[in-house]
């Protein structure tokens, strides 16, 4: 770090490099790297039997497949109705707009134990659209879809909206004055500039949903191996005490989820290659 | 050769007669079919629920409902939400533009690695992130013999909610300004100290007015997030009645006790101020254009 000290003193007038470099990485150390270092130190504190043992549970293994779905069934969603709404709320005119676009944030200001318990009710076999169905929403796998798909949307919405809005108009005249059907102006012009936006809000929803507690809990139903999501299990052995198995199972979903990330980077930088090289 | 040039001739020709006809907009039943896609779509998945928090709430009545909010347990989760927010908004705040300031003002090595950093805790699941605190400070933790030695409590009291809230809502403002003040460049600030300015100064007079918009942005996401912070807290709390229970883990309690006209009582208090969050951000970004 003194090596780029003394070359910045060189280039800048600006003050206070060492004493914002300084409290950037105090507090970045002591709120954020020390306590998630914990994660690691205690996973080296068990056998690797243990360890194998804790994490391929099949109340465990149940726990990911569910979490790791649900959070998949609902970024798909998210993707689809989100670049919707995003297409609806910048290209189109018509009353009440502007109050659907403040709308589309409510999920990021609600608290997620709210809308935990409104959704749950709503859905609930007596509840207010729950009562038009048949089969159960509330306490099986679909309420939880329901929710994570709630806490999601901003996340496509938002990404979406300022690359369509920018989008140039040109290109798409030249598709239409060459004959293009809307239609296929739409999939093969439009759609190919908003990939890298959709994967971006697919990965930023997904991820959240991956980690969701407060809206799942309460529609989920919580029963082991059919609606018990991976944070549930962890909430459940640190309420045993059990904080070397709630370590190893934090592991595998930090884990996951940043394989999955780094995946949706690669596709990304994949398709950004593609389209503008 | 000659022959495609005669044939893109022709193109304008042809379609300037039927400019009409031109396939720039999609036809009027698309249109609409899309708009009434999206708006049944934002009614049942964020109208509906809201409305029903407030239906439910004042299900039994003006009275029933200010009971429950008078509760002394609802009104010490109300305080300490609040004591919470007052402590973890500012603290993030100043992290935020003390972050920005290095990234923006400086270029030095590793910059892009700490960028992610700051981004980590937006990758955690609120649970590990509570998780993390009970294993530095809980009573098998790191810390935990030598506090519980010097009879200092963090976990299951105020400090862990505290910890944890800042880990969950630590980009919050630093990833807001990043950007803004990245666009904005060192110019300004360059001018400033060489007319003899000093860096507070500078930073009072020069930074703060271009970047007050987008703090306050920040400001509101992290205060919507540090008050409504459900799985992190819940896992440090220790859902003590009256003392570490905030307004997210009383709704739970409540709503786990089957009170549920008392939980939507409480949550229709946090709807609301989710409302005024909205109302303000739009306000907010509607000013930032502005500017």
Known sequence: MELSLKRRKKTTIIPGFSLTFGYTMLYLSMIVLLPLSMIIVNTLSMSWSEFYETITHPRAVASYKLSFGTAFVAGLINVFFGTMIAWVLIRYEFPGRKIIDGLVDLPFALPTAVAGIALTT?????????????????????????????????????????????????????????????????????????????????????????????????????????????????????EQYDYVGATAIAIVMLSGSFIILLFINFIQWRMNRKFYH | MTKPLEVKQEVPVVTRTTSNSYSLKESATVKWSLITISFLYISLFLILPLISIFVTAFEKGWETYVASIVHPDALAAIKLTITVALIVVPLNAIFGIVAAWLITKFSFKGKNLLITLIDLPFAVSPVIAGLIFILLFGAQGLFGEWLFEHDIKIVFALPGIILATLFVTFPFIARELIPLMQTQGVTEEEASISLGASGLKTFLYVTLPNIKWGLLYGLILCNARAIGEFGAVSVVSGHIRGLTNTMPLHIEILYNEYQFTAAFAVASIMSVLAIITIIIKNIVSWKAKDV
Do not use: C, H
């Not at chain 1, 919405?157 to 004959?179: C, D, F, I």
């Not at chain 1, 439009?190 to 959240?208: H, N, Q, V």
């Not at chain 1, 139903?221 to 018990?228: R, Y």
């Open chain 1, 122 to 238: 709503l859905y609930a076999p007596n509840g207010w659209i729950g009562q038009f169905f048949d089969f159960k929403i509330s306490y099986t796998p679909l309420g939880i879809i329901i929710a994570l798909t709630f806490i999601g949307l901003p996340f496509v919405v938002r990404t979406v909206q300022p690359v369509l809005q920018n989008l140039s108009k040109e290109v798409e005249e030249a598709s239409a004055s060459l004959g293009a059907t809307r239609f296929q102006t739409f999939v093969k012009i439009i759609l190919p500039e908003l990939y890298p936006a959709m994967i971006t809000g697919f990965s930023l929803a997904f991820s959240r949903a991956l980690g969701e507690y407060g809206s799942v809990v309460f529609i989920a139903g919580n029963m082991p191996m059919k609606t018990e999501i991976t944070p549930l299990i962890i909430m459940t052995k640190l």
